[in-house]
């Protein structure tokens, strides 16, 4: 199926899609964007997505015109009109365009696009038999720096480079520490450890992404009777669990059964892991439809 691109209010083939060579988020990453699934012709979780998307608007001061409901409105639209039954929103804001990272100096009409696409980060067999993940020595950027609840285009050059240290060495992940050596979150997804009927997630002052499926499964966890806490945890936490798992809107529910070659646990996807996939997997369904 031919890819469409709805970009500054036309929709154009993915192909032909262009912004100007001197975009403020291809000059300096100063944009930011969202990553949304459709499941089953509805759109997931639609309003958290666009949420966190306008609230890093206001935080970075961008000067978006279009409103949250009309946006809304017209990606519903624009699935509509790819008819993708099961895809991907990319989401994407950009400053403006000029070149000069000063603000005051650039054209400060935002570049909106919503591009919709597929994306299957990992073959079924990872979610089979669990990813193995690695430690990197990169750490997440400060709170201080940039607020990690930024999904901002720029802080993901730290994350690529983490994800290739996890290439490296053949691993499917890499488990990011904030700076004072805290577990904050993997690449592109949340974590999870599971002790018993308790399930431990790193608090948000960790330095974390606060993922729109790290808040499902929260819920569908405590729904299905398990006790959920998010605390402060270190890489002895990890070695320490039964269980473990990643959560992202690509990488949907994902078992993690090795940290740095060692086992988690019985190094093989455990029960409540299945267990809150198959709800997360029940829960994809109750999108927004088009
Ligand atoms: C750094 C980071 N952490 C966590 C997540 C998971 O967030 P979500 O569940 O909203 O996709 C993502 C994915 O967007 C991410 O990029």
Redo the contacts with the bound molecule.
């Keep these: 199926m031919a890819r469409i691109v709805w970009l500054n209010g036309e929709i154009v083939p993915l192909e032909s899609a262009k912004v100007s060579a001197a975009d403020h988020a291809h000059l300096y990453g100063d944009g930011l964007f969202e990553?949304i699934r459709i499941y089953n012709s509805k759109v997931f979780r639609l309003d958290e997505h666009l949420d966190r998307f306008y609230h890093g608007i206001h935080y970075l001061g961008f000067e978006m015109k279009i409103t949250q409901p009309e946006l809304r409105k017209t990606i519903l639209e624009v699935c509509k009109q790819a008819g993708e039954v099961n895809g991907y929103i990319r989401l994407n804001i950009t400053r403006g365009t000029g070149l000069g990272l000063d603000p005051k100096n650039i054209d400060r009409t935002p570049n909106v696009m919503i591009m919709i696409n597929t994306l299957a980060l990992y073959g079924p067999e990872a979610y089979k038999k669990g990813l193995e993940v690695v430690t990197s020595s990169i750490r997440v950027i400060p709170p201080d720096a940039l607020d990690p609840r930024v999904?901002c285009i720029g802080r993901y050059a730290s994350?690529i480079l983490a994800k290739n240290e996890a290439n490296r060495v053949g691993a499917g992940e890499a488990l990011m520490l904030n700076a004072q050596g805290q577990i904050a979150?993997c690449?592109?997804?949340?974590i999870f450890l599971i002790n018993g009927r308790k399930i431990r997630t790193p608090h948000p002052s960790c330095g974390?992404?606060k993922?729109?499926?790290?808040d499902t499964v929260i819920d569908i966890a405590r729904k299905a009777g398990y006790e959920v806490v998010e605390e402060v945890l270190t890489p002895f936490d990890i070695h320490t669990v039964d269980e473990a798992f990643l959560?992202?809107?690509?990488a949907e529910v994902i078992p993690m059964v090795m940290l740095d070659n060692r086992k988690i646990g019985c190094g093989v996807p455990g029960p409540v892991t299945e267990e809150i996939m198959q709800l997360y997997r029940e829960e994809t369904q109750n999108g927004v439809p088009f």
Excluded: H, M, Q, S
């Design positions: 990553g999904k994350n979150e690449t592109g997804d949340n974390i992404l993922g729109v499926t790290r959560t992202g809107t690509a």
